[in-house]
C-alpha cells in the first residue's frame, strides 16, 4: 500500500465532516461518490476493488467523525438521548441485516442502487415522507424542555420514531453507508418540530451508533474474506484525522451558519449525483464495449 496515494482526502475530510455536523446528514453520502466517482478520474491505482470496501471505509470514516461530533454536542447539552434511543433500538439490528445483504448483491446492484438511493433522499429532505407515508394524526403529546450550555431553552413534543422508515434508512446504511441520518432528520424536523440545533445533535448520535455496528461488521467481514489487506488502511490514515477535526468544527459553527441553506444545497447535490451515479451503470452495462 502507497500511504501517500490519498493524501488530498485530509482537507477533503475535514469538510465533508463539518458539512455532515452542521446538517445532521451522514458524511458517508458525500464520501460515497467521492469514493466511487471522483477517484476513478484521477487515475487506474486510486479507484477502490468494489463498492463494499468503498462502504466500509465510508463507515469506518464517518464513525470517527460522528464521534467526535458527538463529544462538541454533548458539551453544549444539546443531545435528546431519549428520543436517540428510541432510533437506534430499531436502526442497529436492521443495519446488520444491510451488512450481511451487501456482501452477496452484485457490484453493479450496489452503485445502481446508491444513485437511486440519492435521488430519493433528495425528494425526502424536500419533501419529508409524506409522499411515501400517511401523515400521522395529531396527538397531545406532553412537551418537553432543554437547556443547553448558553442558557438557551429549546421546547418541542415528545416525539415517537416511525418504525418503517428507520428500518429502511438502518438496513440502507449497513448496505450502502448512509440512509439512517437522511431518515431521521425529516423526522424530527418536518414531523416531530424538533428544534434543528436540538435536531442535529440527537441524530448525530443516531448516525454514528447505527454506523459503528455496521461498519464494524462490514470491517470484520471484509478481513475474514481477504484478509487485512482488503480494509484501504491508506486511504482512512487520512479521512479519520480529517473527520474527527471536522467533527468538532461543525457543532462549533452551528447557529453561525444558515444550516437550512446548506441542506437544500446538498439537496441538489444529491440529486445531481444520483442522476450520474445511474448514468454511469447504464453506460457500463450497455453501452461501453
Same mark, same amino acid.
Given at each position: 500500500?502507497?500511504?501517500?496515494?490519498?493524501?488530498f482526502?485530509?482537507?477533503?475530510?475535514?469538510?465533508?465532516?463539518?458539512?455532515?455536523?452542521l446538517?445532521?446528514?451522514?458524511?458517508?453520502?458525500?464520501?460515497?461518490?467521492?469514493?466511487?466517482?471522483?477517484? &476513478?478520474?484521477?487515475?487506474?491505482?486510486?479507484?477502490?476493488? @468494489?463498492p463494499?470496501? *468503498?462502504?466500509? *471505509? +465510508?463507515?469506518?470514516?464517518?464513525?470517527?467523525?460522528?464521534t %467526535?461530533?458527538? =463529544?462538541? /454536542? /454533548?458539551?453544549?447539552?444539546?443531545? @435528546?438521548?431519549?428520543?436517540?434511543?428510541?432510533?437506534?433500538?430499531? $436502526?442497529?439490528?436492521?443495519?446488520?441485516?444491510?451488512?450481511? #445483504? +451487501?456482501?452477496?448483491? &452484485?457490484?453493479?446492484?450496489?452503485?445502481?442502487?446508491y444513485?437511486?438511493l440519492l435521488?430519493?433522499?433528495?425528494? =425526502?429532505?424536500i419533501?419529508?415522507?409524506t409522499?411515501?407515508?400517511?401523515?400521522? !394524526?395529531p396527538?397531545? !403529546? &406532553?412537551f418537553?424542555?432543554?437547556? @443547553?450550555?448558553?442558557?438557551?431553552?429549546?421546547?418541542?413534543?415528545? /416525539?415517537?420514531?416511525?418504525?418503517?422508515?428507520? =428500518?429502511?434508512?438502518?438496513?440502507?446504511?449497513?448496505?450502502? %453507508?448512509?440512509?439512517i441520518?437522511?431518515?431521521?432528520?425529516?423526522?424530527?424536523?418536518?414531523?416531530?418540530?424538533?428544534?434543528?440545533?436540538? *435536531?442535529?445533535? #440527537?441524530?448525530?448520535?443516531?448516525?454514528?451508533?447505527?454506523?459503528?455496528?455496521?461498519?464494524f461488521?462490514?470491517?470484520?467481514t471484509l478481513?475474514?474474506? *481477504?484478509?487485512?489487506?482488503?480494509v &484501504?488502511?491508506?486511504?482512512?490514515?487520512?479521512?479519520?484525522?480529517?473527520?474527527?477535526?471536522?467533527?468538532?468544527?461543525g457543532?462549533?459553527?452551528?447557529?453561525?451558519?444558515?444550516?437550512?441553506?446548506l441542506?437544500?444545497?446538498?439537496?441538489?447535490?444529491?440529486l445531481?449525483?444520483?442522476?450520474?451515479?445511474i448514468?454511469?451503470?447504464f453506460?457500463?452495462?450497455?453501452? $461501453?464495449?
Amino acid at each position: 500500500m502507497d500511504f501517500t496515494l490519498y493524501w488530498f482526502m485530509f482537507p477533503i475530510a475535514i469538510c465533508v465532516a463539518t458539512i455532515a455536523m452542521l446538517s445532521g446528514i451522514g458524511g458517508t453520502a458525500i464520501f460515497m461518490p467521492i469514493f466511487l466517482l471522483l477517484l &476513478p478520474l484521477l487515475g487506474p491505482e486510486y479507484p477502490l476493488n @468494489d463498492p463494499v470496501t *468503498a462502504v466500509a *471505509a +465510508a463507515l469506518l470514516t464517518s464513525t470517527f467523525g460522528f464521534t %467526535s461530533g458527538l =463529544i462538541g /454536542y /454533548y458539551r453544549q447539552k444539546l443531545i @435528546d438521548l431519549n428520543i436517540s434511543k428510541l432510533f437506534l433500538v430499531i $436502526s442497529i439490528p436492521a443495519a446488520l441485516v444491510g451488512v450481511l #445483504s +451487501a456482501h452477496w448483491i &452484485p457490484p453493479w446492484v450496489l452503485r445502481l442502487s446508491y444513485g437511486i438511493l440519492l435521488l430519493l433522499l433528495s425528494v =425526502i429532505m424536500i419533501r419529508g415522507f409524506t409522499f411515501l407515508f400517511a401523515p400521522r !394524526k395529531p396527538v397531545n !403529546k &406532553p412537551f418537553k424542555a432543554l437547556t @443547553d450550555k448558553w442558557g438557551n431553552q429549546y421546547k418541542y413534543q415528545v /416525539y415517537t420514531p416511525r418504525s418503517i422508515p428507520t =428500518i429502511l434508512g438502518g438496513f440502507i446504511t449497513g448496505m450502502l %453507508s448512509t440512509g439512517i441520518g437522511e431518515i431521521v432528520m425529516p423526522q424530527l424536523i418536518k414531523e416531530g418540530k424538533v428544534p434543528l440545533p436540538v *435536531a442535529a445533535a #440527537s441524530s448525530v448520535v443516531v448516525v454514528m451508533g447505527t454506523m459503528l455496528v455496521a461498519a464494524f461488521a462490514h470491517t470484520l467481514t471484509l478481513i475474514r474474506t *481477504a484478509g487485512l489487506d482488503a480494509v &484501504p488502511w491508506h486511504l482512512i490514515c487520512y479521512t479519520i484525522p480529517g473527520v474527527i477535526i471536522g467533527g468538532q468544527i461543525g457543532p462549533f459553527l452551528q447557529g453561525r451558519l444558515p444550516s437550512r441553506s446548506l441542506t437544500k444545497g446538498l439537496t441538489w447535490i444529491f440529486l445531481i449525483l444520483g442522476i450520474f451515479m445511474i448514468w454511469t451503470v447504464f453506460r457500463n452495462l450497455f453501452i $461501453s464495449p
